[in-house]
Each structure stands twice: as C-alpha cells, then as structure tokens.
C-alpha cells in the first residue's frame, strides 16, 4: 500500500468534488422566491411565512408550526411556554450546542445536566428520573447529530413524573422515529434552520406542536403582532385566546421579536418542496459510506440499526466512535490528522461538555450578588469535573465524517479509501 500522505505519500483525495459537499441547495426557484420578497420589500411581513409554517407543520405531521428568527429563539420560546420559570430546573443533556438550554438562565432557572448515551451521543434515559426534583418543569433532548434520542423510554419518564418534553430538533429535521418525524414527538420541538443545517434557509427557526396552548404561548412570547393586536403592517390573526395572554395583546411576554424574515421562509417553502427526496439521496450515500466504514477496525458510526424504524433525516453532523484500543492506541487527534492529510476534512470530538461551562456556574445574569443558577431558591445542581464521565470523555473517541450529498459511489469510494489507508497502517502513526 501506498504510504501515508501525512508521511510525504499520495494524496488520496487530491482534488475535492466541491459538489458532493455543497450544501443547501439553492436553484433558480430559491432565488426567484426570495427576489420577490426583496422586490415587495415584504422582509417583515408575515404571510409567507405563515404559508411556510403550514406547509412544515403537514410535512412534520403536527399541528402547529410557528416560524422564528433562528432556533435559539425557537427554544427560549418553549421553555417559557412548557412553565419554566424562576427557581424551577429543567434536565438536558451536556453535550449539546448552548442554545438547547442556556435561556433557561435567563427565566431565572437552572439546567441540570445529565450524561448522554455512549453510543446515541444523546441524552441518557438511565440517568434522567434520579435528577428530577420537586422543581423539575422539562426534560430538554436533543436529537444530537443527526441520531433520534431513546424516545420510547424518554417520555413515559416525563409522563410518570408530570414533565414536558421539549425537543431540540436542530440536528434532525426529518428523522424518522418508528414511524413518526423527529419535533412531532414531544410536546413541543424547536429547531434551528440556519444556513449550516441539513434544513437550512438562514437565519431562522421552527417551534412545532400539537398542543394549542403551547402554540398560543410561544406566539404571545415572540410575535406580537400574531396577538390580535392591530397592525398596520401585518394582517391581524387572533391568535391567543388563552386567558392568562389576552391582556397582554399587542406587546411580546417575552420582549422579544421572533419573527422569521420573509427571505428566509420564501426559501424554506422552495426547499421544503426538494428536502424529503434529497435527504433521501443523503441517507443512500451516507449509508452506503457507513456500511464500509463498520467494516473497518475500531470504527462505527453513530446510527440505528436497519430496520429498527429510526433513521438519521439529513445526516447533519454526523460521527463516527473511535476506539483506540483497537487502533494500536493511537489518539484520535492523531488519526485525523492523517485522515486531513489524505484529503478527508474531518476533525476530532464533538461539543464540549455543558455542565462544566462557568456560564451554569457563575453566571450573575440578574446582577444580584450571586450566581443565577442559586438565585431564586434553585437547589444547587451544578456539576464539577467528573461528574458526568460519558460526555467528559466522549471527545477522545469520536471523529466527525464527511457529509455527503450525493449518491456518487466513485467519489465516495475514494473516502472510503481514505479511512482504509489510515487504519491499515496505523501503527506508522506512533
Ligand atoms: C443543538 C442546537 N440547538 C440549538 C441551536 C440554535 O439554533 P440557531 O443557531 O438557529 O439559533 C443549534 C445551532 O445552531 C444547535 O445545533
């Protein structure tokens, strides 16, 4: 075999396909549909997007949708209308993007991190039930990666216990569960759509449901305008009739604006019409790419199996377990880097674990003289080093891999190649 390129030998990609990686997709028809926005000056409008969220909510196979200005915003929403509030806690996994629970601090809440699954990277039903409190409003998980969370054992532990489940669907959109979509499970989803995910139209989100009063309360949180009160800009819709909202009509709970720029939901129209059949072409070549990567000593991606009725939608971000131990020891740092070497752009890890950030720490958001995961009588949650020893060391033994979009087998191959080089001489790393 040739020798490695991190050692002077050939490149085995040499030249990359920047087709096969570029991603979203964006044809005359997206550019065509934001250009009329543009034209109308309809920016802030909100009649596409209303069309938009209809469409993503018959799609998704929920009721409701409700579109925002990105998925954080979609989460903060959730958290205030599932009845987080000051002094309650709400339970989430530590490997995560911040935004799937760090507004919880800003309610005047606190997050108690639990460890993920070894093998999902998701949350870990085994270590949800002893964290809950008598303060414990939400259990928040995350779809991480791509992979669907263990729902069949997430949600009769929120049932027995009185919790909502609030979905983090930023990495999923379009996975499947047994046969329901990812953000239709739960009793509320919010899901980022910015322009790196595999549902991607800028900057913006989607809050999905099928429940009526949280639907009601996420529009009275962001979208003043959606209240009922009268406007000069955007047709009126008597949205919130829930008692509680109604005096409140006319000025967002949440003193915020969540409304979706009408550029970003004319395109998500346009790429709502595509996604199900190129995603499906994704899962063909990242299966296929997969399958040969299992092969491979010390190496599995993180997937359900066929058959099991869970899939992975878009594959956005995907990894693949690392064991050094049977890679001759070699470290995961290593092994990319002669994987980069030959052409392949992937790194190590994943995010760093939540539960040791000094923002749940130390944070003294209310300016108040102490921090705000303490300050309004939550019992004391947070966690050292240590404590969670999944998701601590989980970036020693995970590398991300390439995210094919096309089903080009020659092209692929050629990754394939890639990673068989490495691992077949992987003592040369030492
Ligand atoms: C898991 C997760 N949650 C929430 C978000 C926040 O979404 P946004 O960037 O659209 O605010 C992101 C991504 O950015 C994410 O990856």
């Known amino acids: 075999m040739e020798k490695l390129a991190l050692f002077g030998g050939p490149k085995t990609i040499e030249k990359t396909k920047e087709e096969l990686f570029h991603w979203p997709i964006v044809t005359e028809e997206d550019i065509q549909a934001v250009t009329e926005v543009l034209r109308a000056g309809g920016m802030s409008g909100t009649e596409i997007t209303k069309k938009f969220e209809a469409e993503y909510a018959a799609w998704n196979g929920v009721k409701y949708a409700l579109g925002t200005c990105n998925g954080t ?73 791509g992979v669907p969370a263990d729902y069949d054992a997430i949600l009769p532990i929120a049932r027995k216990h009185g919790l909502k489940v609030i979905e983090d669907n930023s990495h999923a959109h379009g996975a499947m569960y047994k046969g329901k979509m990812c953000g239709a499970l739960g009793d509320i989803a919010g899901a980022s759509m910015m322009s790196g995910k595999s549902f991607a139209v800028g900057e913006a989100g989607m809050i999905t449901t099928d429940d009526r009063v949280l639907y009601e309360r996420c529009v009275a949180y962001g979208h003043y305008e959606r209240t009922g009160a009268p406007s000069n800009y955007n047709p009126v819709d008597a949205q919130v009739t829930q008692d509680d ?136 949650v947070r966690q050292g080093p240590g404590s969670l020893p999944v998701s601590e060391a989980i970036a020693g033994k995970l590398i991300s891999i390439p995210w094919f979009k096309h089903f080009d087998i020659p092209e692929i191959d050629r990754y394939i190649e890639a990673f068989r080089k490495v691992t077949s001489q992987i003592g040369a790393l030492h």
């Open 245 to 380: 909202l109604v005096p409140f009509r006319g000025l967002p709970i949440g003193a915020v604006k969540h409304r979706m720029n009408q550029t970003c939901s004319a395109m998500g129209r346009v790429q709502l019409k595509y996604y199900p059949e190129r995603i499906a072409e994704i899962d063909r070549a990242m299966t296929y790419f997969s399958d040969a990567i299992d092969r491979l000593p010390g190496l599995c991606v993180v997937r359900y199996p066929k058959g099991s009725g869970i899939t992975n939608g878009g594959w956005y971000a995907s990894h693949c377990h690392y064991d050094a131990s049977r890679l001759d020891g070699v470290s995961v740092e290593r092994f990319t880097e002669a994987l980069r070497a030959e052409g392949v752009s992937c790194h190590p890890g994943c995010n760093a674990p939540l539960h040791l950030h000094n923002y749940f720490h130390r944070l003294d958001f209310f300016r108040q003289g102490r921090p705000t995961a303490l300050a309004f009588g939550q019992r004391d």
């Open 73 to 145: 915003a979609a989460l903060a929403a959730a958290f205030w209308a599932c009845g987080v509030g000051a002094g309650d806690e709400v339970i989430c996994p530590s490997i995560t993007y911040w935004a799937s629970c760090a507004s919880v601090l800003q309610l005047g809440g606190t997050v108690n991190f639990a460890d993920i699954d070894p093998f999902t990277l998701c949350i870990d039903p085994k270590d949800i039930e002893h964290r809950i409190g008598p303060r414990t409003k939400a259990i928040l998980m995350v779809n991480y990666g």
